[in-house]
């Protein structure tokens, strides 16, 4: 407590411990280290705070006593109508939600995805438990005819069918607990290796998959669930033996008299579950096999790419800019190398959207708007990053000067905004009334700007004339391996030096190909 930890080269006093096992984050999975004031934000990327077109806050809030859900839900609505009503340019149509937080499984906006991938997940394995069920039912049918003479002389002898029924329950009921015990024994050495695996990610995370007494329960809730539904019928039928018969040990003539009997009948079930577990089965593997074969709209085979935040290691812009610059230089000076360019988005990004206001210029002065995507991008990044252009121009070095009243839209916002018409040379506007028009100098290729399931979505690309502090990314298309390609690409990064030292700059980079 005091003291003070230095965090991208600024000084942090520590207020406060919180115990281990709190993570403290909206979206459960991600793990954290520390936590900072938000404002604190404004030393990465100022934007983030002073713009309203930013949307990447949630506010978690603790109610008052007495205070319901609902009537948090109607005081938040009436927030949100206010700022539509003071702020129609960022805010027309958005409202405001009111989640409770035991109900998020992952992350509010992701929970309508995930929840029905977690129900199918967990149909498919009720069906696997049901086939389970069903075949040891089976085997259970078989193994009550063997004991067919000695549960008739127990009969015999005064046994209640009760009795018998309430004894091969007991006997089914170890099975069933042997089965849930190995299932917690291979839960845990799965939860662990769970733990450990750390993916290939920019974030960390932390999964609390830990077997606690909820797991347990709900593991012995299923087990004696699986006892009953497996044991109840072979028990019962058992209990009722042709008892001159089975003191004979006539097994013949009851299997004359048996020629489809209950164990038969219940292959079918078997089957049926069995075929649809397979079926969904080769459906989940032909969609993972047409995702692979999408067209994202970008070159993903020769695209290396380095993430760099100077603003972390105390770059101001002019030192920034110069840094990128000379990068830029030297991998351009690289054989092989096709195209290099810098941006602050990427498409399929981890961070988040960009989203504004797109408002179209009409000539009767009433323009047309819809929500859309963006991202600044440098000199030669479509030709970096594979992106075709089907119209007009990319942008050149001419362009990245600030207040370049220029942009390059995508090819499902001419569609939407000039249908039939050649949008080059047209005019459009991101964001509120008070900010400039830009002229349209080009048309790209839609590409995927969140998950590849989507449909096109509006994207327009302005050119990257300032906030070299913040996070950007150097995407390089050569005609090598892209793995290489990056290696080398965080060796230019250590070599590209200005004012400060370079070193700094290489210790926050991050890189993928």
């Not at 003291?3 to 520590?14: E, H, K, V």
């Not at 609505?77 to 003071?86: C, F, H, K, Q, S």
């Not at 993972?288 to 290396?304: C, E, N, Q, Y």
């Not at 040379?425 to 998950?451: F, H, M, S, Y």
Request: aromatic content about 6%; overall charge positive; charged content about 20%.
């Amino acid at each position: 407590m005091g003291r003070t930890l230095a965090l991208n080269g600024r000084p942090y006093t520590i207020v406060g411990v919180a115990p281990s096992w709190f993570m403290g984050m909206l979206v459960r999975g991600f793990a954290a280290d520390l936590w900072a004031p938000t404002m604190m934000m404004g030393h990465i990327r100022n934007s983030r705070l002073d713009e309203r077109n930013e949307r990447w806050l949630f506010v978690k809030a603790r109610l008052a006593g007495g205070v319901s859900i609902e009537q948090a839900a109607a005081a938040v609505a009436t927030v949100g109508l206010g700022l539509e009503r003071d702020h129609p340019a960022t805010n027309q149509g958005r409202r405001l939600r009111v989640v409770p937080s035991a109900a998020v499984l992952f992350m509010p906006d992701a929970d309508r995805v995930l929840g029905p991938v977690a129900a199918m997940l967990l149909a498919a394995a009720g069906l696997v438990l049901l086939v389970a069920c069903a075949n040891l039912t089976g085997l259970l049918l078989a193994h009550a005819s063997g004991r067919r003479r000695e549960i008739a002389v127990r009969l015999a002898l005064g046994a209640g069918r009760a009795r018998i029924v309430r004894q091969l329950l007991i006997e089914h009921a170890g099975l069933a607990a042997l089965g849930g015990a190995g299932a917690l024994l291979l839960a845990g050495w799965a939860a662990t290796w769970r733990v450990g695996f750390k993916p290939p990610l920019p974030v960390p995370l932390s999964f609390d998959v830990w077997i606690d007494g909820r797991v347990v329960a709900h593991t012995a809730a299923l087990a004696v669930l699986a006892a009953l539904l497996m044991g109840s019928l072979p028990a019962s039928r058992a209990s009722r033996p042709d008892l001159v018969p089975a003191l004979k040990g006539d097994d013949a003539g009851l299997a004359r008299r048996r020629r489809w009997g209950l164990r038969q009948s219940l292959l079918v079930p078997q089957v049926a579950m069995a075929f649809v577990l397979l079926l969904v089965a080769a459906l989940f593997t032909r969609s993972v096999s047409h995702a692979g074969a999408i067209d994202p709209g970008f070159d993903l085979d020769r695209t290396a790419l380095v993430a760099l935040n100077l603003g972390l290691s105390g770059y101001d812009e002019a030192r920034a800019r110069a840094f990128y610059d000379e990068l830029t230089r030297r991998a351009q000076a690289r054989p092989g190398v096709r195209a290099v360019a810098v941006t602050d988005r990427i498409p399929l990004d981890l961070y988040g959207s960009q989203s504004t206001t797109l408002t179209r210029e009409d000539d009767d002065g009433a323009g047309r708007s819809a929500l859309g995507q963006m991202g600044h991008v440098g000199a030669g990044y479509f030709e970096a990053m594979g992106v075709a252009i089907l119209r007009g121009r990319g942008f050149t070095a001419g362009d990245t000067v600030p207040g370049a009243p220029v942009a390059v839209v995508s090819a499902e916002t001419a569609r939407r905004f000039w249908p039939g018409r050649d949008p080059v040379g047209r005019r459009l506007r991101l964001g509120g009334e008070d900010v400039p028009w830009l002229e349209v100098v080009g048309v790209a290729a839609d590409v995927k700007v969140q998950t590849l399931g989507e449909a096109p979505v509006p994207f327009v690309y302005r050119p990257l004339d300032a906030r070299h502090t913040g996070l950007l990314r150097v995407v390089a298309r050569v005609d090598g391996d892209p793995a290489r390609a990056a290696a080398w690409l965080r060796e230019d990064v250590s070599r590209s030096t200005t004012t400060w030292r370079s070193s700094r700059a290489a210790r926050c980079a991050t890189s993928w190909a």
